[in-house]
Nanobody
Framework: QVQLVDSGGGLVQAGGSLRLSCAAS????????MAWFRQAPGKEREFVVG????????LYTDSVKGRFTISRDNAKNTVNLQMNSLKPEDTAVYYC?????????????????WGQGTQVTVSS
């Protein structure tokens, strides 16, 4: 059983930056692909970015390419999301997720464990 704790959300002006963190416990962290999803009010939860268990492969949704960077530290059981050049449309609750298996998936259904979510609000 893996437990995930998300943190780092907040309120920022458009163009600003935030860094989200996800701390994992209870499993062999490097065996899990990790991802960040987000859910805006009235919308479905969507894939944002993922990273393979080794950290050697990443996958970004088009809207965040060049602005967001995912990284992981398997020694510390953490995954981070650096978000730069934030836009109002990035406003959402961001969720860290883990899936058994080292490869990234864009589908929520493939993820076994979820963090509690952290709110990101970008003002215009």
């Amino acid at each position: 059983q893996v437990q995930l704790v998300d943190s780092g959300g907040g309120l920022v002006q458009a163009g600003g930056s935030l860094r989200l963190s996800c701390a994992a416990s209870g499993g062999a962290f490097s065996r899990y692909a990790m991802a960040w999803f987000r859910q805006a009010p009235g919308k479905e939860r969507e894939f944002v970015v993922g990273i393979a268990g080794s950290g050697g492969s990443t996958l970004y949704t088009d809207s965040v390419k060049g602005r967001f960077t995912i990284s992981r530290d398997n020694a510390k059981n953490t995954v981070n999301l650096q978000m730069n050049s934030l836009k109002p449309e990035d406003t959402a609750v961001y969720y860290c997720a883990a899936r058994s298996g080292r490869w990234i998936s864009r589908s929520m259904k493939d993820y076994d464990y979820w963090g509690q979510g952290t709110q990101v609000t970008v003002s215009s």
